[in-house]
């Protein structure tokens, strides 16, 4: 159950991820529009609040997906019992340092809204909202790591490596 429950927490990450990359061309465009009927928009501060939260909503399911840059040359090297163990203490460090990073922006977040910092641009948008954004998304990459920590010291297959089937040199049909 609680299988089927965070493998849709990691898909809707990366749905509101691509929402927010949308949201980027929206502001874009947007821009592109008023400038063409001589009105000044400055969405500049609105499309850096969607890349900051499509990136951090990105990086769970990304991870999930096998999508992250993994450096195999040395670990496809090591036998069986190492690789595992180096696979767990991989886990184990991403899990720490990642809950550590996630731990600290959201109380940069919420230090930004107690004090009601906000951006210095035409738009004056409070910090805490891209902040709170790149909180929820780290937290969710600290909960992918802690969940694949978890199926790998249970004897779990690493889930996160890419798919090999891909052949680049064959032609696509």
């Not at 641009?121 to 694949?148: R, S, V, Y």
Request: glycine share 10%.
């Amino acid at each position: 159950m609680i299988r089927g429950v965070l493998d849709r927490f990691y898909e809707a990450c990366g749905y509101v991820a691509a929402a927010f990359m949308v949201g980027i061309g929206l502001a874009i465009v947007a821009q592109i529009v008023g400038r063409m009927r001589g009105v000044t928009i400055d969405a500049t501060e609105a499309a850096g609040l969607c890349l900051a939260a499509s990136t951090f909503f990105g990086l769970a399911h990304t991870f999930r997906r096998g999508g992250h840059v993994r450096i195999n040359l040395l670990i496809d090297r090591l036998p069986k019992g190492w690789r595992r163990g180096v696979e767990i203490f991989n886990c184990l460090l991403g899990s720490v340092v990642v809950s550590f990073l996630a731990w600290h922006v959201a109380s940069l977040a919420l230090q930004s809204r107690e004090f009601n910092d906000v951006s210095p641009g035409l738009l004056a948008m409070p910090f805490w909202i891209p902040q709170a954004g790149a909180a929820i998304g780290i937290a969710a990459l600290a909960i992918a790591f802690i969940d694949e920590l978890i199926w790998l010291l249970t004897g779990g297959k690493p889930r996160y490596e890419a798919p090999d089937e891909i052949e680049l040199d064959r032609p696509v049909a």
